[in-house]
C-alpha cells in the first residue's frame, strides 16, 4: 500500500493562485488536489491524460472548447484526452476539489510511504537485498 497523508501534500502554484498537490498514484492513474483561490483562472491547455474530478467546496466555471460550464461542490467532471479546457474562479471562496488523470501523471517529487509508527520510512533499496528479494 501505498499512503499520502494531507502533511505530505506540498501545493505547487501552476498558475496565478491555482495550486496542484500530489496525491496517492498507481500504474495507471493518479490522483491530485487541487484549490482555485477566489478570481484565479487555470488557462486553457489540453494534454493526453482523460481527467476526471470531484468538487468539494466552492463554485468553478470551467472553460471547454469555447463554452463554460457552472461546477459546484458535489459535482463530478470529466475531460476526454486532448479537450482544452480550463477553469476560472468567479466566486468569493476558494474553490477545492480531486482530479485524476490517466495514464498517470507525476510530479518529480514522490512522497514516500509512512511506517506503521506514521513516520516516513526509508526509500526501498534497488536491486537484491540480502534476503534475495
Known sequence: ??????????????????????????????????????????????HSNEQIGYVISGTLTALVEGEEHTLEPGDSYAFPSGELHGAENRGDEPAVGIGVLSPPRRSRRRARPRTRGGRRGARRPRGRTRAGC
Open 1 to 46: 500500500m501505498f499512503r499520502v497523508t494531507e502533511d505530505d501534500r506540498e501545493p505547487r502554484e501552476v498558475a496565478a493562485d491555482v495550486y496542484l498537490s500530489d496525491l496517492a498514484a498507481g500504474e495507471r492513474a493518479s490522483m491530485k488536489f487541487w484549490r482555485v483561490e477566489p478570481g484565479a483562472t487555470l488557462p486553457t491547455h489540453r
